[in-house]
């Protein structure tokens, strides 16, 4: 049986102190020069201000899934522009 997102209370902000919401983001992980992205995490964003958070086992979760990453074969990749700051604006 699957859980309920909307069933966890995330509690007030810790930055701004709005009460937190319930969703799945996409966030994004750089590791040893790596990124990886992992969407659906359930986790409480803040609606003022973007704080998100996530609870403990979450974030477990999400340290198993990196550290397998590297075993996963046929996962969905994409291809991002690099573009470099000039030191000197004219």
């Known amino acids: 049986m699957r859980k309920q997102v909307g069933k966890y209370d995330y509690g007030r902000c810790q930055v701004c102190g709005e009460?937190?919401?319930?969703k799945r983001?996409?966030?994004?992980?750089?590791?040893?020069?790596?990124l990886?992205?992992?969407e659906g995490i359930p986790a409480g964003v803040c609606r003022r201000c973007?704080?998100?958070?996530?609870?403990?086992?979450?974030?477990?979760?999400v340290a198993?899934?990196?550290?397998g990453s590297k075993r996963l074969r046929g996962t969905r990749t994409v291809s991002v522009p690099?573009?470099?700051y000039p030191k000197?604006?004219?």
């Open 19 to 22: 009460q937190m919401r319930a």
């Open 25 to 34: 983001i996409k966030q994004d992980f750089w590791i040893k020069g790596r």
């Open 36 to 38: 990886f992205v992992i």
């Open 50 to 61: 973007g704080e998100k958070v996530v609870k403990g086992d979450v974030g477990r979760r």
């Open 64 to 67: 198993e899934l990196i550290e």
């Open 82 to 84: 690099v573009i470099k």
């Open 88 to 90: 000197k604006i004219a």
